[in-house]
């Protein structure tokens, strides 16, 4: 078969692309040649676009075990344990088909914890939706909370946090990102490489079918009307296997039978043979015709480019190849032999004994096309950051009712009680609000994780976004105790190809690079996805960053809800007129405008010390982030989880804009700011603790009653009968569903 | 007026359901049973004035939501009158 | 005394099972693989949470054929412990064990929360250290936990004092709104007959240690002790 | 051969997705459709020597396996040879 243009094309490989491969191996690829070399050299596989600029995160730092590069990142924990953990999207899966996308993805980033030889114990993702009020919006969150659960609950990994937002950019193109974490044996991480010639090659898992062909090179490809015809089947998740791949893998690891393992994932087969030979610097030599498969007559093109889940890629010491094929058939698994390790440095396909595809490994890896694509300032810029007039606020208590009946500040009760969030009993502080703790059994310590980003924030300031986020997960970590050792990012932008969004793209990337220097936080992996669009509308960029955060006795710590009538509320940070980007803005009156909160890190990294060392210590007995909807949102949530209200008193603020004193104290949104509470009689060693720091505090107030009751400067602008409020927030979400019978 | 509703994954699509299935009854023994796949059904009681309105009720029922047409192909089938007299 | 926990393909509360007898307890736990046909001379077996075999078929339905099931049958036959808990109680259903069977939960939604549930009956292995018509608060996570039996059969099993959980307010109403499920009667556990087979949805292994949000589970492995202690349900053999 | 298994919960059960699928398709309009019942369908590829043998093979493996009979009943169809020649 001769590769035409227009076959070329279909692979979505640019001309200079195609002479790349042309020059790479001195003659015309074949046809399974050319799936290949399209799928690992599309942006999700390669990076193509993205890896200039990841290339300045920082990376490094005394805890990191393993940076970016493998199947996930690790930070040493101490007692000889590293926790694993990585973040992976699956967002144009999960428009398609919102359960098995949404499930898949939880999928694909368990194998990817689990192949590094951890345990996964913990669960989190960051989604967005579009506006609640549209039918398909509905049916789309409905089966992607569906299918999380589905995936996580029956594999018994909890989904202990995480974090969704709203806006009509995500209307066709929803982002679904998956976060695990899991726990290794510092010493026994387990490595995605091919080496020793002669070592066997495994597959295991289940079998391999047409689905997902062309899967990574879809992920890549923005949506647009043709794109219907090109959905390729979908994939459909099977949990019960992973659940026995997980169990059995992590048997044969305790083995020390393997040289090196990795998941099938985006690019299925051709990914992890070509990725673990380059890693290894080894050659790897299969033959498909070995391979499991589910339908007749598979070509070798589509046993390469498959993308089934659930499978395998393990290269076994010789000599113990029974033992590891034993292990296996206990879980009733049949790891079959396909292939061996070779000295050669190339990928050989055979099929029945006939090459069918021969590449250089690292053609198909470091040989991929890199890109420093131009950039460009946006043009919306200038107006986007000019507060427009905004006529006479609304009062004070409506705005704050309808803030809580916004599904993105509303509680997320409805989407978690579907998770199970309890299974593996690690969870101390379960969802409801800020950082999710897991407890890592056999250590006195545990861990508390968050996830989160602001697409509004970096849509009007890119830079400056992308360090709210990294703040904001950091803050959530910190404020149960946790001390933020090592993060991870998925970056969802549009068409890097368009100069503005790789602008936004790049000036986010250098924004976490800072912030994570700034907070001592090493990026230790992450992921990238990009064409987030829809008929060539972006969506908001949308960097989120789940960050780690150790804390050292895990009966120690601190969750946001209010403990005991009578304690004192103090409030960390400092309050600005900030309302560009935030909440109120949005939902009063349907804007992303304005500049973004400020941050200074120094603060920042101030006030978490600050933290980790209030809640480590008893005095902090509870601890929450002025996150959207400011002070008054935070305030009422801290009253919700336990059912005490609250009484405070906060300083004025001068504001720009003159009617808006009231409400840019109550709902603004300025960075570094916490609500915690102490007993009565220890609020001079709270005080003399955060002046010690270099935190701005202020005593507002105390706990207890059944109203929550703000004042400004004195003066009364807030005063709602707690029960009344918690019902409002608690019901909005399932409102949605359950009054208006919305189909799911 | 009856219709009912058969609900199966398009054949190329995996089945876990079905797999799991088949490998328990060839545990109990059946391994006369080559394949099984797994789908749904639905019995809709239908007021509809004909056998032709109950149908394409169904048929718009089975599109619109029993049916995940991504994933999944639907058929309907009216029950005639006789057939409807059988208790 | 010696806990045997049995590990269904799909379980996966085994190990929260474990590190609750063993760890929290204090006694002796052992998994049994369900290709097994012995139970390693256990005084009490726990078939746990989970999704055996995904669940796919029907809850249960699978692993009611593991080759241990005879075993686990003959044990509890000759008198021995036996808690199913949530997916292990699923598992009782099918087999016969207990009687009844499990519907979708009323929302059609998998449900993890903490509830409540009251003591209806102190006299079975599970609840000897429990006092009538106590509280516990202890989390369900379960798709399908919506309990049902033929109403001739539900009469039976209040007659005779099978009912050993319900799902009960805060103040200990039994109430539609304290029903989470939509299960009859609001059972949330069961008993056999002979009443040293018990099947309930809610997890106690998950509520035995306060760290966690409760300790009130612990009493139900407490009781077991007890119970095999005093004798009081041993196995014949 | 094929034989199609149908189980549905029985008559006396209440069907908690029958009933959410009932309110979904009002909530879409179709107030014709009075009541669903959701069940299960299954298709079994069966070695066998004829119809009679398929029916039997099918039948218990509704009895034993595919069906929960304390709140289930199943049906059997078996595909005669005629059928089964369509594609
Ligand atoms: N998609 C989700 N999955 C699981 N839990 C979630 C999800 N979204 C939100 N939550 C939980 O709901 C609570 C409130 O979310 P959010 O308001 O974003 O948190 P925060 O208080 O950290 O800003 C948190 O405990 C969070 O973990
Ligand atoms: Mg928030």
């Known amino acids: 078969m001769t590769i035409t243009d227009d076959i070329v094309k279909r692979h979505g490989l640019a001309p200079d692309e195609y002479q790349r491969i042309l020059e790479m191996l001195g003659r015309e690829p074949t046809l399974t040649e050319l799936g290949i070399f399209s799928v690992m050299w599309s942006e999700h596989c390669s990076y193509k676009s993205s890896r200039v600029h990841l290339k300045t995160l920082p990376t490094t730092g005394a805890r990191v075990i393993q940076g970016p590069g493998e199947n996930a990142g690790a930070v040493d924990i101490g007692d000889g344990l590293a926790a694993v953990f990585k973040i992976e999207s699956h967002n144009h899966p999960s428009f398609i088909e919102p359960y098995q996308g949404a499930a898949t993805g939880v999928g694909g980033i368990i194998r990817d914890i689990f192949t590094m030889g951890a345990r996964p114990i913990a669960l989190l993702n960051s989604l967005r939706f579009g506006p609640l009020d549209e039918p398909l919006v509905r049916r789309t969150f409905a089966g992607v909370v569906a299918g999380i659960g589905g995936y996580g609950n029956s594999i018994g990994i909890p989904t202990v946090g995480g974090e969704i937002g709203f806006d009509e950019s995500y209307t066709g193109n929803p982002l679904v990102n998956v976060f695990c974490l899991g726990i290794a044996k510092a010493d026994e991480i387990i490595k995605g490489v091919a080496s020793g010639a002669g070592n066997a090659v495994y597959y295991v898992g289940a079998k391999t079918g047409r689905d997902g062909i062309h899967g990574a090179t879809m992920a890549s490809a923005e949506f647009d009307e043709k794109s219907a015809e090109k959905r390729p089947a979908v994939q459909v998740g099977d949990p019960f296997m992973e659940k026995l791949l997980l169990e059995a893998c992590l048997e044969v690891m305790k083995t020390d039978a393997l040289v090196g393992i990795q998941d099938m994932g985006a690019a299925g087969l051709t990914c992890s043979t070509c990725e673990m030979g ?37 290269v076994v010491k010789q000599g113990r190849e029974s033992e590891v094929e034993r292990i296996f058939e206990k879980w009733d698994l049949h790891a079959v032999r396909i292939g061996e390790v070779t000295t050669d440095g190339l990928m050989r396909v055979k099929s029945d004994g006939e090459v069918v595809a021969e590449i250089r490994t690292e053609s198909l890896t470091d040989g991929a096309p890199l890109y420093h694509r131009p950039m460009t300032e946006p043009a919306y810029l200038t107006e986007a950051r000019r507060l427009p007039s905004l006529g006479a606020p609304r009062p004070a208590d409506e705005v704050f009712r309808r803030l809580l009946l916004s599904p ?48 509004r924030f970096v849509y009007l300031d890119p830079y400056a976004g992308a360090q709210l986020a990294v703040a904001e997960a950091a803050r959530n970590v910190a ?12 970056l969802n932008f549009g068409n890097p190809e368009r100069p503005e969004i790789m602008w936004q793209f790049a000036r986010a990337v250098e924004g976490i690079g800072a912030a994570c220097r700034a907070l001592d936080i090493p990026i230790t992996g992450g992921n990238v996805s990009l064409y987030n669009e829809t008929d060539g509308t972006p969506i908001l960029p949308t960097p989120v960053l789940g960050v780690v955060g150790l804390i050292e006795d895990a009966t120690m710590i601190a969750s946001g809800g209010f ?6 509320i103090l409030l960390l940070g400092e309050t600005l007129d900030e309302l560009g980007g935030s909440a109120y803005l949005k939902v009063m009156h349907g804007l992303v405008r304005g500049v973004p909160p400020r941050l200074d890190l120094q603060r920042e990294a101030a006030l978490l010390r600050l933290l980790v060392k209030g809640v480590s210590c008893g005095l902090v007995r509870s601890a929450h982030d002025c996150a959207e909807g400011g002070l008054a949102v935070a305030l009422a949530e801290c009253c919700f989880e336990t059912g005490l209200g609250a009484e405070a008193d906060v300083p004025r603020v001068e504001t720009a804009l003159p009617g808006f004193r009231d409400v840019s104290v109550l709902f603004g949104e300025s960075a570094s700011r916490v609500l915690v509470s102490v007993s009565a009689g220890r609020v001079a060693e709270m005080e003399t603790l955060a002046a010690e720091a270099g935190v701005p505090v202020a005593t507002v107030g105390r706990v207890g009653g059944d109203r929550i009751r703000i004042a400004v400067g004195g003066r009364a602008v807030l005063d709602e009968p707690l029960a009344a409020a918690e019902r409002l927030w608690s019901d909005a979400i399932g409102n949605y569903f359950e009054s208006q019978h919305a189909t799911g | 007026m009856r219709a009912r509703v058969f609900v199966t994954l398009k054949p190329s699509v995996f089945d876990p359901q079905g797999t799991i299935v088949t490998d328990a009854l060839h545990t109990l023994g059946y391994d006369a049973v080559k394949n099984v796949r797994q789908g749904k059904y639905f019995e809709l009681e239908i007021d509809a004035g004909s056998e032709e309105e109950a ?20 058929r309907v089938e009216v029950e005639s009158s006789t057939e409807r007299s059988v208790p | 005394m010696k806990f045997a926990i049995v590990v269904f393909p799909g379980s996966n509360c085994d190990h929260d099972a474990y590190h609750a ?19 390693q001379g256990a005084d009490v077996v726990i078939l746990p949470g989970g999704f055996a075999h995904g669940d796919y078929l029907r809850t249960g339905a699978v692993a009611r054929f593991s080759p241990i099931m005879p075993a686990v049958q003959r044990f509890a036959e000759a008198g021995g412990p036996v808690l199913g808990i949530c997916n292990g109680f699923q598992v009782l259903l099918e087999a016969g064990l207990l009687p009844g069977a499990m519907l979708r939960n009323r929302s059609i939604r998998f449900q993890c929360e903490h509830v409540v549930v009251k003591v209806e009956c102190t006299d079975t292995p599970f609840t000897s250290r429990c006092s009538p018509d106590q509280l516990l608060r202890i989390p369900i996570a379960h798709g399908e936990g919506n309990y049902y039996a033929e109403p001739e059969i539900v009469e039976q099993l209040e007659a005779r004092r099978q009912v050993i959980f319900r799902y009960a307010t805060a103040s200990g109403a039994v109430t539609p709104e304290a029903n989470p499920n939509g299960s009859v009667r609001n059972i949330a556990g069961l008993c056999n007959e002979r009443r040293n087979v018990v099947g309930m949805m809610p997890h106690p292994e998950r509520a ?11 009493l139900l492995l407490e009781s077991a002790v007890h119970s095999v202690g005093q004798g009081t349900f041993v196995t014949t053999p």
């Open chain 3, 21 to 39: 007898t063993k760890h929290v307890l204090g006694q002796e736990a052992a998994f049994v693989w369900h290709k097994d046909t012995s139970l």
């Open chain 1, 408 to 455: 993105g500040i509303a509680s997320k009760r409805w989407v978690y009680r579907q998770y199970d969030h309890m299974v593996r009993t690690n969870t101390l502080v379960l969802p409801g609000m800020g950082a999710g703790v897991v407890r890592v059994k056999g250590t006195s310590r545990a861990l508390a994780l968050s996830v989160d980003g602001n697409g």
């Open chain 3, 208 to 218: 035995c240690e306060l760290a966690i949000g409760s300790a009130d589970g612990l």
């Open chain 1, 563 to 568: 403990r005991s009538e009578g304690d004192s």
């Open chain 2, 55 to 74: 149908r394409r009720l169904a048929l718009e029922a089975a599109d619109k939501l029993l049916a995940n047409t991504v994933i999944e192909s639907y």
């Open chain 1, 278 to 314: 380059a890693r290894g610097g080894a050659g790897v030599e299969i033959d498909v015709s070995h391979v499991p498969q589910r339908e007749a007559g598979m070509t070798p093109y589509e046993i390469m480019l498959s993308e089934s889940q659930e499978r395998m890629l393990l």
């Open chain 1, 479 to 490: 404020c149960a105790g946790g001390q933020p050792i090592g993060g991870t990012n998925c």
